[in-house]
């Protein structure tokens, strides 16, 4: 009998997993379908593309993605008209219907191979921008690694030309100025520290070498 027991047990798991496994196949495979909409300026590597203003997200923490995609669609981030890349985001956000639909193409941003962008913001001083970012570091970590709990995104593999446009954009009030965005209007007051151009680039310099 106990034999018997455990024979049902053992086929219901693996009946379990079965399922488990096509769940996420299916998932993986809408998760591609939707991102071939994300290609067409991320890239298909998600290496990104300047040019479209896309950043490169390719292994971005899921947790991360999905927090940005449904910040973009409910209009708490990408709705000011002198953020272009933002806006362009917002609009591509509302093709992702459901809760789902963001789940599933996060989860194949984070499976694709991390990349390491070329660099192309010149005349940073990655000495003097260590010590900017010991500040940073407090919420993004030592190595740029990000932390979920903050949810503050990793800075590591990321392209140096939209470190640099984001940060000008929370000194300008482009990005967090909306109360709706709270970690967006953290950020805008950090960005203060960053007194100069220079010492954008600075920081930014430092990040780089962090890759």
């Given at each position: 009998m106990i034999r018997k027991f455990i024979a049902a047990a053992a086929a219901i798991a693996w009946v379990s997993l079965g399922v488990?496994?096509?769940?996420?196949?299916?998932?993986?495979?809408?998760?591609?379908?939707?991102?071939?909409?994300?290609?067409?300026?991320?890239?298909?590597?998600?290496?990104?593309?300047?040019?479209?203003?896309?950043?490169?997200?390719a292994g971005l923490d899921d947790w991360y993605v999905i927090s940005q995609l449904k910040a973009f669609r409910s209009?708490?981030?990408?709705?000011?008209?002198?953020?272009?890349?933002?806006?362009?985001?917002?609009?591509?956000?509302?093709?992702?219907?459901?809760?789902?639909?963001?789940?599933?193409?996060?989860?194949?941003?984070?499976?694709?191979?991390?990349?390491?962008?070329?660099?192309?913001?010149?005349?940073?001083?990655?000495a003097d921008g260590k010590a900017i970012y010991a500040t940073c570091s407090s919420c993004h970590g030592a190595q740029g690694e990000g932390n979920k709990s903050m949810n503050s995104p990793p800075l590591v593999h990321m392209s140096d030309w939209y470190l640099v446009k984001t940060l000008e954009k929370f000194k300008a009030g482009i990005r967090g100025s909306n109360p709706a965005n709270p970690n967006a209007v953290l950020m805008r007051g950090m960005s203060n520290m960053l007194t100069s151009d220079q010492a954008i680039k600075d920081v930014v310099a430092y990040i780089e070498t962090l890759q």
């Open positions: 488990a496994g096509v769940s996420l196949a299916d998932e993986n495979r809408r998760g591609r379908q939707l991102f071939d909409l994300c290609a067409q300026c991320h890239g298909s590597a998600g290496q990104g593309t300047e040019l479209f203003l896309a950043p490169a997200i209009g708490a981030r990408g709705t000011n008209y002198q953020d272009v890349g933002g806006m362009r985001m917002h609009p591509m956000s509302l093709w992702l219907k459901t809760d789902s639909d963001i789940d599933a193409v996060a989860a194949y941003v984070a499976a694709l191979p991390k990349v390491d962008p070329p660099q192309v913001v010149k005349g940073g001083n990655a």
